[in-house]
T-cell receptor, first 121, second 110 residues
Framework: SAVISQKPSRDICQRGTSLTIQCQVD?????MFWYRQQPGQSLTLIAT?????????ESGFVIDKFPISRPNLTFSTLTVSNMSPEDSSIYLC??????????????????FGPGTRLLVL | LAKTTQPISMDSYEGQEVNITCSHN???????ITWYQQFPSQGPRFIIQ???TKVTNEVASLFIPADRKSSTLSLPRVSLSDTAVYYC???????????FGKGTRLSVIA
């Protein structure tokens, strides 16, 4: 399994400012993802962040708004830039880690961090 | 990726068995069915995964018929703490991020 921590756990920000969210994993992982969950909604994938390469963004998300860093195999940051109230969401970091179990199926499981709750005023 | 369809919400009394059915008509040969649970203010948590027939762990059972176009998550004897959103997902490899649908909001009442 993988234990993921995120900082900050929550924040209240003013519009026009930026916030950087940190994600720390207790083991080395290749694949890391960032999701957004707006109030009362399901999770939406923002981007895939692999160490040593540029992040890959999903439709509707751009690097200028959500720059991502992935300096090593245990850490990543997501910045929410020039924030507006529409950016108020929970931002979640997620990794794929070997399951290490037996039986048929992919040997990887996707784990999620506790999320960062962002409110933009 | 195959699209999944599941009920928006379900209610249950404590102590009952809850079955949540998910349809995935376009599931591919290499796809697996995965279920996650999410409590308020927490990230989703892996519950169970299967390819076909039946899979059981300490939390739940997963029933998958031969055609694999649907699956049923079974939660035995639910308690109030099982109140959460349950997501049915289809995945084919560890390199592909999970794509979430709307999920099923389960409410357990005393």
């Amino acid at each position: 399994s993988a234990v993921i921590s995120q900082k900050p756990s929550r924040d209240i920000c003013q519009r026009g400012t930026s916030l950087t969210i940190q994600c720390q994993v207790d083991s080395q992982v290749t694949m890391m993802f960032w999701y957004r969950q707006q109030p009362g909604q399901s999770l939406t994938l923002i981007a895939t962040a692999n160490q040593g390469s540029e992040a890959t963004y999903e439709s509707g998300f751009v690097i200028d708004k959500f720059p991502i860093s992935r300096p090593n195999l245990t850490f990543s940051t997501l910045t929410v830039s020039n924030m507006s109230p529409e950016d108020s969401s929970i931002y979640l970091c997620s990794v794929v880690s070997p399951k290490g179990g037996t039986g048929r199926g992919p040997q990887e499981t996707q784990y999620f961090g506790p999320g960062t709750r962002l409110l933009v005023l | 990726l195959a699209k999944t369809t599941q009920p928006i919400s379900m209610d249950s009394y404590e102590g009952q068995e809850v079955n949540i059915t998910c349809s995935h008509n376009n599931i591919a040969t290499n796809d697996y069915i995965t279920w996650y649970q999410q409590f308020p203010s927490q990230g989703p948590r892996f519950i169970i995964q299967g390819y076909k027939t039946k899979v059981t762990n300490e939390v739940a059972s997963l029933f998958i018929p031969a055609d694999r176009k649907s699956s049923t998550l079974s939660l035995p004897r639910v308690s109030l703490s099982d109140t959460a959103v349950y997501y049915c997902l289809v995945r084919n490899s560890g390199n592909t991020p999970l794509v979430f649908g709307k999920g099923t909001r389960l409410s357990v009442i005393a």
